[in-house]
């Protein structure tokens, strides 16, 4: 049997051709899983709702396919009450910061050790691609989503890495749906991490991104390697400094980098292991 | 000598009022007497006006009489604020501490000003022991007066602080020594072994420690908020897991989590806390995830009145949420069915893998109840999840459907049983699956599963005569009020009551109940009369039908319900 078959159910993904979600079912099931040795019935993932949330039919541990923007919650609850497992909380940007956003900064400052892991399309594609909270509207070319006279926001995109790193999630980090193995090394780190781990994953939406989204970020990506320099835009008046994962006021200024401008792919921060 | 005294306490936040009542109940607990003690507290944080009733009875936890036949008061126009809760008769007898009320309120005839706060200043040097000074004038009501402290306290150490306030305990009792307590005299309780003393929340967290219960997760919530502080205290004692989540919705997902891993897992809240928990229900009744929810009624709708009872989630906890959703609906109507009923919750929770709500109110979650502890002693059964056995290894499926409709359910974490569980419809395996015939199925099997439950005739309680032709129905802390009245009356044996703890599903028992009656009088705490109208939906019922039903807040009275039950009997 191949590694594969070990963790791959028989269901098959409804995912669109060229998703991103097959990404992440192959960083997990094909490397995750069988390189870190965890037996199928040691490891939990739990799902909200929306396209890449259908994840545990598709992977054969023990899964549950929740409840939209619910699913860190569940995961917390379980990975108290059984430690041994290792627990994954799997959902897209609606997911995490828009209906579940409420939950997070708790799994945070509590520190329970399950990994969260974001598929960020940019979109809600389930329901066929409305704005979610990780749209940059204003490059898709549509108008303010605001009736005119009322005040402009200041920033219409809710930066989940600069979130997360404000409220000290322990270990964040952005991989890339492009580079399997890169995400699935980032993955394995934040199992490894003792505590709450973050993992956002750039993904493309093939159906209802514009094409030039995923194109740009894709061509922007810039992978940070502990202690060398840091990719930063053109535009930055900055010197590139020396990448250092523990670094939580260096953390915050990658994130808070334009993912359209640079998207830091690598290990943004590490805090220490509870 | 009386058989049972009415006592009311009113007072300022700080006065004491509270300690007063419970030293009392806990002395006249270690005499062997019952007692049920209702507290009465407004909005405010502190300094609000604070009272409490407490029936003293030598048989039984009787509710407290409608009006007062002691009482104590510390501050008149505190009082006024909590007179609807705490009327006087006549024949009240009345000692209060400050000058004589102005306006509204009446003294009775036999009312006496007596300086509980001089004379605690007097004997300790601070005015702050006027509650202990009172307490030992109300200690000469108990049969054995002379020195009551000194058998009572090795028994509760609650009371050890008395014997350091003896000065102030002694004062007291030497007050008004002209006065004609033997009008007032308990005679001793028929049974005179010391009783325990707890309110519902408490005796929900010992049933839940009893059944097994080691996750609990909760946010704080009036009149809640005791379950999840007792939890918290007892688990982090024991090998348990707590947690205070940041909103229901987290403390019922932390519940389905922990219970996905084989874990008997609750939650407790009230009416606001329930309507941001329907989602999960939803889910907990589709996944067929086992999970306890507590709901301590209070009024209701929106943020209602938090601190009094109510019986309008009756709806909610029947119907609520979207979906075809089955949940098993149990009520308390009294102390021992809140630890009875809780046992049973996880049983039937754990055994038909379903959320079960178990509706209290105010009223049972917070007033404290001294009774008989055989409840607490005795054995219950424990039920088990069913789990898959070997022969499933590797062929598992999650929502087979069996004889009785009931799937083994694998721990997550089990080896060779993986499966993956969805809100989604899904099939046996728990595969996503539209196909409406296993759509249909599946429905059958969440049902069906819970059809034996309605034969469950020890979750309902008749009193009465059988041949009865008459009939009340009344559930929760109402059915008290209900069966207190009817005796007062004695129609004992012209009217049966039936009290259903198994709420949904239906049980038989209640059905052949109504269906043997010629007149039926249903009483509840709910405006629009939820408990009529959902028994109106599964049964026939007498063409003489009455319902007594209003809005929560202010407890029955004997008085309001002798009307009804009397033209029942008529």
């Not at chain 2, 507590?294 to 009756?314: F, H, M, N, Y």
């Not at chain 2, 109402?478 to 009245?485: D, G, I, K, R």
Request: glycine content about 8%; overall charge negative; hydrophobic content about 40%.
């Amino acid at each position: 049997m191949s590694k594969e078959g070990n963790y791959r159910t028989d269901v098959t993904p409804v995912w669109c051709p060229g998703c991103g979600g097959f990404a992440l079912l192959n960083a997990l099931t094909t490397r995750v899983l069988p390189n870190l040795g965890i037996p199928r019935h040691r490891a939990l993932i739990v799902s909200g709702i929306g396209c890449s949330s259908r994840i545990p039919a598709y992977v054969d541990t023990y899964g549950f396919n929740s409840l939209h923007g619910r699913a860190v919650t569940i995961a917390q609850g379980a990975k108290l009450a059984n430690p041994d497992l290792t627990v994954l909380a799997i959902g897209g940007d609606g997911d995490f910061f828009s209906i579940g956003a409420g939950h997070l900064p708790h799994a945070v400052r509590r520190n329970v050790n399950v990994t969260c892991i974001m598929v960020n399309n940019f979109v809600y594609a389930l329901t066929k691609g409305q704005t979610s909270p990780t749209t940059p509207y204003l490059q898709r070319g549509e108008g303010a989503f605001l009736s005119p006279g009322s005040y402009p926001p200041v920033d219409p995109v809710l930066d989940m890495v600069s979130y997360s790193v404000s409220t000290r999630a322990s270990f964040i980090a952005q991989g890339i749906a492009t580079d399997v193995s890169n995400l699935a090394w980032l993955i394995e780190e934040a199992i490894k991490h003792k505590g709450f781990s973050f993992v956002n994953v750039l993904t493309p939406c093939v159906t209802f991104d514009p094409p030039w989204l995923f194109k740009t970020i894709k061509e922007r990506a810039s992978y940070l390697k502990e202690g060398e320099p840091v990719g930063l835009p053109d535009s930055s008046p900055e010197q590139p400094w020396l990448h250092d994962s523990s670094n939580i006021t260096l953390a915050l200024k990658l994130a808070q980098t334009s993912v359209t401008e640079k998207p830091h792919i690598g290990i943004i921060f590490r805090g220490r292991s509870a | 000598m009386r058989h049972r005294l009415t006592i009311g306490i009113a007072g300022a936040g700080g006065d004491g009022v509270v300690i007063l009542g419970s030293l009392l109940q806990r002395l006249a607990a270690s005499q062997g007497y019952f007692s049920q003690m209702p507290r009465y507290y407004g909005p405010q944080i502190r300094g609000g006006a604070s009272g409490l009733k407490l029936s003293l009875d030598t048989a039984r936890a009787s509710v407290p009489g409608d009006t007062l036949d002691v009482m104590v008061c510390f501050n008149w126009e505190k009082y006024a604020e909590l007179e609807q809760e705490l009327p006087l008769g006549s024949d009240s007898v009345v000692f209060y501490d400050s000058a004589a009320p102005k306006g509204s309120v009446s003294l009775p005839e036999k009312s006496f000003q007596v300086a509980f706060s001089e004379i605690s200043k007097e004997v300790t040097g601070a005015t702050s022991a006027k509650n202990i000074v009172a307490l030992g004038l109300l200690s000469r009501i108990l049969a054995s007066s002379e020195d009551p402290l000194k058998a009572a306290v090795p028994q509760d150490e609650a009371l050890a602080i008395l014997e350091r306030n003896g000065l102030a305990f002694d004062a007291g009792k030497r007050l008004l020594p002209e006065f004609p307590f033997t009008d007032l005299k308990l005679s001793p309780s028929r049974d005179l072994s010391a009783k325990v003393v707890l309110h519902g929340n408490s005796a929900i967290v010992q049933a839940a420690i009893r059944a097994g219960c080691r996750t609990f997760f909760g946010y704080p919530i009036t009149p809640a908020s005791e379950i999840m502080e007792e939890m918290q205290e007892r688990l982090s004692q024991g090998n348990g897991v707590f947690l205070q989540a940041e909103d229901e919705i987290a403390a019922v997902g932390l519940a389905l989590g922990a219970s996905l891993t084989g874990a008997k897992s609750m939650t407790a809240t009230t009416g606001p806390g329930i309507d941001l928990m329907t989602e999960m229900m939803g889910l907990a009744s589709s996944a067929e995830i086992p999970v306890v929810i507590v709901d301590v009624q209070r009024c209701g709708p929106a943020t209602g009145i938090p601190s009094k009872s109510e019986q309008s989630d009756l709806n909610h906890a029947i119907y609520g949420g979207h979906g075809d959703a089955p949940k098993v609906v149990i009520a308390a109507y009294n102390m021992e069915g809140c630890y009875r009923l809780l046992i049973e919750s996880f049983n039937i929770s754990e055994y038909y893998q379903t959320p079960v709500i178990l509706l209290s109110d105010q009223w049972l979650g917070q007033t404290t109840v001294a009774t008989g502890s055989d409840f607490l002693n005795r054995d219950y059964a424990i039920a088990q999840r069913r789990r898959p056995g070997e022969e499933y290894r590797e062929r598992y499926r999650r929502y087979e459907i069996t004889e009785d409709f009931i799937s083994p359910m694998a721990f997550a974490g089990d080896e060779g049983l993986t499966y993956q569980a969805t809100g989604l419809a899904h099939n046996e395996k728990g595969r996503p699956s539209f196909d409406f015939a296993t759509h249909q199925r599946m429905h059958e099997k969440r049902w069906q599963k819970l059809t034996p439950l309605r034969d469950r005739d020890d979750l309902v309680k008749v009193v009465g005569r059988e041949e009865s032709r008459r009939g009340i129905v009344a559930f929760g802390s109402s059915a008290q009020f209900v069966l207190e009245t009817l005796e007062e009356l004695q129609l004992n044996d012209e009217v049966k009551v039936c009290i259903p703890e198994l709420i949904h599903p239906l049980p038989d028992r209640l059905a052949t109940f109504v269906g043997s009656l010629e007149k039926l009088l249903v009483v509840e705490m709910s405006y629009s009369a939820q408990l009529y109208h959902y028994l109106r939906s599964q049964m026939n019922l007498p063409s003489d039908t009455e319902i007594y039903a209003r809005a929560g807040g202010l407890a029955f009275s004997r008085k309001e319900l002798s009307g009804p039950i009397k033209e029942l009997a008529r």
